[in-house]
């Protein structure tokens, strides 16, 4: 169990001090995440703290390649009216 960063990350260190294993690693293109130390914050956090603060959405995917933050969800919700 282990989530992963994937090309788009924009190395904002963002997720870095957050993450609770210090498992997120500099390394370009991009930041990565060491599986041996990514618990997912399942033992800490309700949520993964990385994919929590990541500002760009789809970087950070699960064990199955689905983002954590997928395209659209952090849009503003569209105004009506």
């Given at each position: 169990?282990?989530?992963?960063?994937?090309?788009?990350?924009?190395?904002?260190?963002?997720?870095?001090?957050?993450?609770?294993?210090q498992a997120i690693i500099e390394a370009q293109p991009h930041f990565l995440i060491d599986?041996?130390?990514?618990?997912?914050?399942?033992?800490?956090?309700?949520?993964?703290?990385?994919?929590?603060?990541?500002?760009?959405?789809?970087?950070?995917?699960?064990?199955?390649?689905?983002?954590?933050?997928?395209?659209?969800?952090?849009?503003?919700?569209?105004?009506?009216?």
């Amino acid at each position: 169990m282990a989530l992963e960063i994937i090309a788009g990350c924009v190395n904002c260190w963002a997720c870095v001090s957050l993450c609770p294993h210090q498992a997120i690693i500099e390394a370009q293109p991009h930041f990565l995440i060491d599986p041996l130390r990514c618990t997912e914050c399942v033992d800490a956090h309700a949520t993964p703290q990385c994919a929590a603060i990541c500002p760009v959405e789809g970087v950070i995917v699960d064990e199955l390649g689905e983002p954590l933050n997928p395209p659209g969800s952090l849009s503003p919700p569209a105004r009506v009216g």
